[in-house]
């Protein structure tokens, strides 16, 4: 089969599983926490509520789509984009499972820097929708989300910048490899607990950098309406919709790679597409994880949010990665492969 319709086919794949992903994430969302919350949740649209997804997806198709009077129209448009198309690039380098045909771009040299450079560009499209918007509430929850953004972006790149010393490849196949050397014996070898402060520091500004509970404050109701979105209805709130909840299943696909020994496991050598039962169950858990603590955690003020992300975060990554580098350079087992 030619390169190329080999990549073509596999992205197109892998758009409709997270697609559909995207759409039942959702629906896993509000059935967890009416679960937590001792409710029913959605179950009118199908059996069990499985067609709610596709009820939703039918209501914004159909709303009217309103520009307000006074926006910057080519910007306000390709913003939803720019939130939407870099969640869906993340996964180009995540190895989902074990051999190339789960695997579209994993043995990129430098694959640890383009997820850092593709979580980045998320910023331009909440900080462009809120100043396009012509509203004052959506440029304060723009210029609330990039500066969010930013500093936890330090931290969370800091933490992957241990994990790459550690592996001695930027490589995020070299990196799940790297978590099974002989001297551990399965989950043991997992960066999780030979990096327990650089993924304590990733999980953190992970729930900033997808502005989830209890970080959400880019899109607090009770002072911004709805922050950077506020002007944005129909079909380009479902882009952002699709960004965010892409991003979270995104976050958790790294989390998975770079701390939880990636698509590894029992019996993958002997039966492959195990490799990708195994990542797909570990993502699930940290998604389910995010919704966790969106239903059990207030939301904090934002002056406390950035004191965390500037005062505490980012000063223990960065002692985090000098600590590593020496422990690296000695030689110390554990550190070096």
């Keep these: 089969m030619p390169v190329l319709l080999e990549v073509s086919l596999k992205s197109a794949a892998l758009l409709f599983v997270l697609l559909t ?3 039942y994430l959702s629906l896993l969302e509000r059935k967890f926490i009416a679960r937590l919350q001792a409710r029913i949740g959605p179950n009118r649209a199908g059996p069990f509520g499985l067609l709610q997804p596709a009820a939703d997806g039918l209501k914004l198709i159909f709303k009217e789509s309103v520009t307000p009077k006074g926006v910057d129209k080519p910007i306000y448009f ?6 939407a198309v870099p969640a869906l690039m993340l996964f180009a380098v995540i190895p989902i499972g074990k051999g190339e045909t789960f695997q579209l771009a994993s043995r990129l040299n430098v694959g640890a820097l383009y997820v850092v450079g593709m ?15 012509n509203n004052k509430y959506a440029v304060l929850g723009g210029l609330r989300a990039a ?7 330090l931290g969370m790149g800091l933490s992957v910048a241990a994990v790459v010393l550690m592996a001695s ?3 995020l196949a070299d990196i799940v490899a790297a978590q099974y050397p002989e001297q551990y014996g399965g989950i043991l070898g997992w960066f999780l607990f030979r990096q327990p402060v650089a993924a304590a520091i990733f999980v953190v500004a992970a729930f900033a950098e997808v502005a ?4 959400d404050l880019v899109e607090a109701e009770q002072e911004l309406t709805a922050g950077f979105m506020t002007e944005y209805g129909g079909m380009k709130f479902a882009l952002f919709f699709m960004g965010e909840y892409v991003k979270m299943i995104a976050v958790s696909a790294l989390f998975t790679t770079f701390f939880l020994g990636g698509w590894s496991g029992p019996f993958v050598n002997e039966l492959p597409i195990l490799s990708v039962v195994y990542f797909t169950a570990k993502v699930v858990v940290c998604l389910l994880a995010f919704i966790w603590v969106r239903a059990t955690l207030p939301r904090v003020r934002y002056d406390r949010l950035m004191d965390m992300g500037w005062k505490v975060l980012f000063p223990v990554a960065l002692a985090n990665v000098l600590v590593t580098a020496v422990l690296v350079a000695m030689g110390v087992p554990g550190y070096r492969l």
Aim: no cysteine; net charge neutral; proline share 5%.
């Design 21 to 23: 992903g995207f759409a």
């Design 119 to 133: 979580m980045s560009l998320a910023v331009y499209g909440v900080a462009l929708a809120g100043w396009a918007s």
């Design 147 to 153: 500066a969010q953004m930013i500093a936890y972006e």
């Design 78 to 83: 390709l913003a939803p984009a720019l939130v």
């Design 169 to 171: 490849s930027a490589s």
């Design 212 to 215: 989830r509970a209890p970080f």
